[in-house]
């Protein structure tokens, strides 16, 4: 495996709205993640993380991590955070809990709403990545872009015909959440008919029809 790494894990990367200022996940969230070598645990604690960023607890490394969002980047643990941090709840329950000592993360922009992040994990027996295993890992997945956008559209994360406006992302990650058009109408003060509209173009840009094959779009199970 790539630099001898234990597990890796691979985010779809959505930002569903770029004027949410208080939002320290800047509107990005997790649209899909899946590990190479999946285990109950994992499963559990991702679900658990993608949990805790709808509420804004996001970890340093996260928002280290998205400060870059727009260009390709690739960093170790300790690029992003200080020695501290591996002494944090975070890195005992979602990193040495689960068998991960170290990793390597890799975001790469698909377009400007979309990125595919990769983490490559080592284990405790296994020693810390180097600037050398960094930037090779870097050197291997950054010029497949071609695989990135395959990895976004078979999980239904890449399918809109044409870029979505800023209204129309506030739009769309309320109707993820469930909201009445009537309700999303009035959450974002607006007519009934002009969240109407904007509802109908977003539906016309993924190219479904109505909600539920939205939903499953944003689920990965995009045809």
Known sequence: MLTGARNITWIGAVRLDSSSP??????????????LHPTPLLDAASREQ?????????D???????DGAGVFRANRLRDLVGPEWFESPYYRLYYQSLGKADAV???????QDTESWFGIYRGPDQPPFTEADRDQVA????????????LMLSHGLLVAKNPLT?????????LLTGLSEKRIAEQLERSYHTAHEQVTSIYRKFGV???AAL???WLGQAP
């Open 22 to 35: 208080g939002d320290p996940a800047k509107s990005w969230r997790a649209g899909a993640i899946r590990y």
């Open 50 to 58: 993608v949990d805790k960023l709808e509420r804004g607890d996001i």
């Open 60 to 66: 340093e490394t996260t928002i280290r991590n998205l």
């Open 105 to 111: 993360w890799v975001a790469s922009p698909v377009n």
């Open 139 to 150: 050197y291997a997945l950054r010029s497949l872009k071609w695989f990135h956008r395959q």
């Open 166 to 174: 800023p209204a129309e992302r506030r739009v769309l990650h309320l």
């Open 209 to 211: 029809s109505n909600r």
């Open 215 to 217: 939903m499953a779009l």
